[in-house]
């Protein structure tokens, strides 16, 4: 049977199969395959092996199952929340892992909106084997939300079985989303997330590869497992971040629908604030007469050497009325030329990154 798109039909699609699945509560069923117990004894040292230090930490563990996992995420975490949507599952879970006190076990849809987690409470997520019952739409929305629950240099583990079924167990019917591995990547990839500061945020990968056991053990190189770690977007390679290109794109009063040409975008940092990507020379670059509302760039046009002929460019390409603002280093120019001094607010940026870079020197370079 496919599975539904619809996330009503999807939910109850997915229980229903669980439900049945899970009725003889073993490590079998747990694992849909008749060698679980075999596979189990090698694939288990190998995942929790790989999982960034989490003693004392606070980790939440999804689609826990009858708990292959959880007693052993719970020797070392310091507190721990079991969750699985299956009553019985989870109670057996809690038969067997309930003497560890720092674990609470939780009967929940990880995809309800009413689960009650703190925002920025958790240095990690693992999950083993969910997010392939989930719909494409269920897992966008959960990767946003693992985000948000996630402190600053928190992690996600999660593995998933990708292309098509590895256990041996029969099934009536199959709901599972076997899929290829670069939706995951690009789900959590694409996650970005601002704070009350302006802050941004992102996922960066530790890293990804499939479990050494089913390769072994099944020549089944299609279990894969993926590692990531809340950090503050690098995106910007000018000085003063994300506060000097808020102010400077503020004076743009940009309105919905209106076209920006962003010459020298750099790693991207500004078009998270709004945009696409293009790869091209803007001194050879052809576009219509016409054609934007507003060109901006900042720290670019200093490199390029013959300036008349790139703003005679910029002239044509605005539309009647369009704005064109440069920043290079000490001038800020619109086509009707307002030039400010801002040297005294870029020796202070300046210094003020140059003594947080001074500050954790071994990390920057290290991660340089
Ligand atoms: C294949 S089992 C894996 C269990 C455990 N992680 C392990 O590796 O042994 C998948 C588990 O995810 C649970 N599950 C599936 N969808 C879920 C959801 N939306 N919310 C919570 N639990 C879910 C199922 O009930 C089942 O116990």
């Given at each position: 049977?496919a599975a539904?798109?619809g996330c009503?039909?999807?939910?109850e699609?997915?229980?229903?199969?669980?439900?049945e699945n899970s009725?003889?509560l073993?490590?079998?069923?747990m694992m849909?395959?008749?060698?679980?117990?075999?596979l189990?004894?090698e694939?288990?040292p190998?995942?929790?092996?790989?999982?960034p230090p989490?003693?004392?930490k606070?980790?939440?563990?999804?689609?826990?199952?009858i708990g292959?996992?959880t007693?052993e995420?719970a020797?070392?975490?310091?507190q721990?929340?079991?969750?699985?949507?299956?009553?019985?599952?989870i109670?057996k879970n809690?038969s067997?892992?309930?003497h560890?006190?720092?674990?609470?076990f939780?009967c929940?849809?990880v995809?309800s909106p009413?689960?009650n987690?703190?925002d920025?409470?958790v240095?990690l997520?693992?999950s083993?084997?969910l997010l392939m019952?989930?719909?494409?739409?269920?897992?966008?929305?959960l990767?946003e939300?693992?985000m948000?629950?996630?402190?600053v240099g928190?992690?996600i583990?999660?593995?998933?079985?990708?292309?098509h079924?590895?256990g041996?167990?029969?099934?009536?019917?199959?709901p599972t989303h076997?899929?290829?591995?670069?939706?995951?990547?690009?789900?959590?990839?694409?996650?970005h997330?601002?704070?009350?500061?302006g802050?941004?945020?992102?996922?960066?990968l530790?890293?990804c590869?499939?479990?050494?056991a089913y390769?072994?053990?099944?020549?089944?190189?299609?279990q894969?497992?993926?590692?990531?770690?809340?950090?503050l977007?690098?995106g910007?390679?000018?000085t003063g971040?994300?506060?000097t290109t808020?102010e400077?794109?503020?004076?743009l009063?940009?309105?919905?629908?209106?076209k920006?040409l962003?010459?020298?975008c750099?790693i991207?940092?500004r078009?998270?604030?709004?945009g696409?990507f293009?790869?091209?020379?803007?001194?050879t670059?052809k576009y219509p007469?016409?054609?934007f509302?507003v060109i901006?760039?900042r720290?670019?046009?200093?490199h390029i050497?013959?300036?008349?002929?790139?703003?005679?460019?910029f002239?044509k390409w605005?539309k009647p009325?369009?704005?064109h603002?440069a920043?290079?280093?000490?001038t800020l120019v619109?086509m009707?030329?307002?030039?400010?001094d801002?040297?005294?607010?870029?020796?202070?940026?300046l210094?003020?990154?140059?003594?947080?870079?001074?500050?954790d020197?071994d990390?920057?370079i290290e991660?340089?």
């Amino acid at each position: 049977m496919a599975a539904a798109n619809g996330c009503g039909q999807e939910r109850e699609m997915q229980k229903t199969y669980w439900v049945e699945n899970s009725a003889d509560l073993t490590v079998e069923a747990m694992m849909l395959d008749s060698k679980a117990s075999d596979l189990d004894k090698e694939e288990r040292p190998e995942v929790l092996s790989m999982l960034p230090p989490y003693e004392g930490k606070s980790v939440m563990e999804l689609g826990a199952g009858i708990g292959r996992f959880t007693g052993e995420l719970a020797q070392k975490a310091g507190q721990l929340i079991a969750m699985d949507f299956i009553d019985n599952v989870i109670k057996k879970n809690e038969s067997i892992n309930g003497h560890h006190k720092n674990v609470k076990f939780l009967c929940a849809d990880v995809t309800s909106p009413d689960l009650n987690i703190s925002d920025e409470s958790v240095d990690l997520i693992f999950s083993n084997w969910l997010l392939m019952y989930l719909s494409d739409k269920e897992v966008e929305n959960l990767a946003e939300r693992m985000m948000k629950w996630l402190k600053v240099g928190g992690h996600i583990f999660f593995r998933e079985s990708c292309f098509h079924q590895s256990g041996d167990s029969k099934r009536k019917y199959n709901p599972t989303h076997y899929r290829e591995p670069r939706f995951y990547t690009r789900v959590f990839k694409g996650c970005h997330m601002p704070d009350s500061s302006g802050n941004f945020f992102e996922l960066s990968l530790v890293s990804c590869k499939c479990i050494g056991a089913y390769v072994r053990n099944k020549k089944n190189q299609n279990q894969i497992c993926w590692i990531w770690q809340k950090v503050l977007h690098r995106g910007f390679v000018s000085t003063g971040g994300i506060e000097t290109t808020k102010e400077f794109v503020s004076k743009l009063e940009l309105k919905p629908g209106q076209k920006v040409l962003d010459v020298g975008c750099g790693i991207g940092g500004r078009g998270l604030l709004y945009g696409h990507f293009e790869v091209a020379d803007c001194t050879t670059k052809k576009y219509p007469d016409n054609t934007f509302d507003v060109i901006y760039s900042r720290d670019t046009i200093l490199h390029i050497q013959d300036k008349p002929a790139l703003f005679r460019s910029f002239y044509k390409w605005l539309k009647p009325g369009g704005k064109h603002m440069a920043r290079c280093l000490r001038t800020l120019v619109f086509m009707r030329f307002i030039a400010e001094d801002r040297t005294d607010q870029f020796k202070e940026v300046l210094q003020r990154e140059l003594n947080a870079v001074e500050k954790d020197k071994d990390a920057f370079i290290e991660d340089f």
